[in-house]
């Protein structure tokens, strides 16, 4: 016999979409600064390789 999880008060529902909304937040935001860095690394003609550097 399994137990039933007890119904999702107001404020536990409130905290989960919260959650829910930050994790996206937190992605698209990843994304961003991952693209970011590319079109600079791009602007700058990064990466320069190693040999460049000698």
Do not use: D, V, W
Request: charged residues 35%; hydrophobic residues 35%.
């Amino acid at each position: 016999m399994q137990h039933a999880q007890p119904p999702m008060t107001k404020y536990e529902q409130f905290l989960q979409q919260a959650n829910e909304q930050m994790l996206a937040f937190e992605r698209r935001e990843s994304e961003f600064r991952k693209k970011e860095r590319a079109e600079r690394a791009a602007e700058l003609h990064l990466p320069i390789s190693r040999n460049e550097l000698h």
